[in-house]
């Protein structure tokens, strides 16, 4: 891949930091969401709304779904339906964002799961959707003598994204940098939440906490990262902490908006 600097229309959001605000008003949200620089949104966290109304309101707004965090127990109930909901919103790729605990119970369980990902992305490649996978911190536990992560990723059939969340690798015990290096081969999408300096993990806007984003831009450009995505599980104002979060990428970006 050509290695290009982290651009201005690579600064997406994930919506599900704006979760609480989508349920009260979600046309009001998008607005605002758009107000704050915003062209390239994830969905995960929003009421329920057909994908194609959900799309005429993020193109009213001059906004477009980039990914979908899309639960694994969707795609085990109905692949197809899935597909079609992802299809009709106009959405390039699904992420699964988390791994069931019983999944996860041995080194084998997560082999299956990894191979059951393969089986997905098969199924989504013929609407030419792309599969990827979110971590937590779960996955860099130990597990038979290494982690979930690390028999995850081995695991993983060729042409599943990785989407590593720099605030979870990071409360997980990994350097961001160091795994954005050791998985540049898959990961195109970051999560790109701080790290309050607290004694229990909190999450905080991009630039705002510990984490060296400086570094972790220049690895994921190193690596071909496609989006570097704002995002708060818990954010204490949503919509300001979003906005100092876009200033921040948009500080370590280059070029105007294609």
């Known amino acids: ?36 620089g915003y062209r390239s949104v994830e969905i995960a966290g929003l009421p329920d709304v057909e994908p194609d109304e959900l799309r005429r309101m993020l193109e009213d707004n001059g906004l477009r779904a980039i990914a979908s965090h899309v639960g694994i127990e969707r795609f085990r109930e109905d692949a197809g339906a899935a597909a079609g909901r992802l299809a009709a919103l106009g959405c390039p790729r699904a992420i699964v964002p988390s791994m069931p605990e019983e999944d996860r119970a041995t ?18 490649s013929e ?43 990071s409360v997980g015990g990994r350097d961001p940098i160091e795994e954005i290096a050791a998985t540049g081969d898959r990961v195109r999408l970051l999560h790109m939440k701080d790290r309050a300096p607290d004694s229990v993990p909190r999450d905080a806007p991009a630039g705002a906490g510990t984490l060296p984003f400086a570094g ?4 994921g450009r190193v ?6 995505i704002v995002e708060q599980d818990e954010p204490v104002d949503p919509l300001l902490d979003v906005t100092t ?3 921040f990428l948009e500080s370590l970006a280059i070029g105007a908006w294609a």
């Open 127 to 169: 609407d030419e959707i792309g599969l990827g996978y979110h971590n937590h911190s779960f996955e860099f536990e130990p597990l038979d003598g290494t982690t979930v992560w690390d028999v995850l990723v081995a695991g993983l059939p060729p042409g599943i994204d990785l989407e590593l969340d720099v605030f979870w690798a």
């Open 1 to 36: 891949h050509i290695v290009t600097p982290m651009r201005q229309d690579q600064i997406a959001l994930q919506l599900y930091t704006l979760r609480r605000l989508a349920a009260a008003d979600l046309p009001g949200t998008l607005r605002s969401v758009a107000a704050a």
């Open 223 to 228: 690596a071909g990262v496609e989006w570097y």
């Open 216 to 219: 972790i831009v220049d690895a």
């Open 245 to 247: 979060s876009y200033r």
């Open 107 to 124: 080194v084998d369980d997560v082999r299956r799961f990894a191979s059951e990902l393969g089986r997905h992305a098969r199924r989504l």
